[in-house]
């Protein structure tokens, strides 16, 4: 078995959370495979209304990684995703309520991936993570938010702990960035992924180039 078929058959396997480091060079293909087998267990239909919501604002350096992702997918030419939350128009706390009727209203039985940053362990920071289930946006700056999305996705952009808020305005935009590059491209990289499965269902593999 060849390294990245390995990989693939831990992420395959593996149906709890997953964490990546963006210093990983295998980083966007392990997000791909992860992402991928997530929706494919869960029977997601690819013609189905999946929704990207990215949680955040771009008024605070730390809390605009949902938004950079957003933005960076809203500028693909896609109609895999149905984006919410960008730089231009982002979903935080103060219509994050509204922004989920409007969801539930506009489609019938829409997939929800939830997109946000957080904060962490610092042995975690720069770290990806992908779960089931809701997200519980603004925890780490104690804002009581409903619970949102049937896939999460996570970016440990700074330290938790104390002053949560401070931490975030602090945060530095460069890790901030790479981070939402690989959340992005793994996003792009399980478009083509999960399309190409769905039109050829028959067991296969990432390509071994490019990423």
Not at 102 to 111: A, C, L, S, T, V
Not at 133 to 146: E, H, Y
Not at 160 to 168: I, K, R
């Amino acid at each position: 078995m060849t390294a990245v078929n390995k990989l693939k058959t831990a992420v395959n396997n593996n149906i709890g959370k997953t964490t990546i480091h963006v210093e990983d060079t295998m980083a966007v293909r392990k997000f791909a495979w992860d992402l991928t087998s997530r929706l494919q267990r869960l029977g997601v239909d690819p013609k189905g209304p999946k929704i990207l919501l990215c949680i955040g604002t771009d008024r605070s350096t730390g809390d605009c990684l949902g938004p950079l992702v957003g933005s960076k997918i809203n500028s693909e030419n896609q109609n895999f995703f149905i984006v919410y939350g960008t730089l231009e128009q982002p979903v935080h706390a103060s219509n994050l309520q509204e922004k989920l009727e409007e969801i539930y209203q506009r489609y019938r039985d829409p997939f929800i991936i939830a997109i946000d940053a957080c904060l962490g362990r610092i042995e975690n920071v720069g770290c990806v993570n992908l779960g089931d289930g809701s997200l519980q946006p603004g925890a780490g700056v104690n804002k009581n938010l409903p619970p949102v999305g049937q896939i999460h996705i996570t970016g440990i952009v700074n330290i938790g702990g104390f002053m949560e808020y401070l931490v975030l305005q602090n945060t530095r935009l460069n890790l901030v960035m790479r981070l939402a590059d690989v959340i992005a491209s793994g996003l792009k990289m399980t478009i083509q992924e999960y399309e190409k499965q769905s039109l050829h269902p028959s067991p296969g593999s990432l390509s071994n180039t490019g990423g």
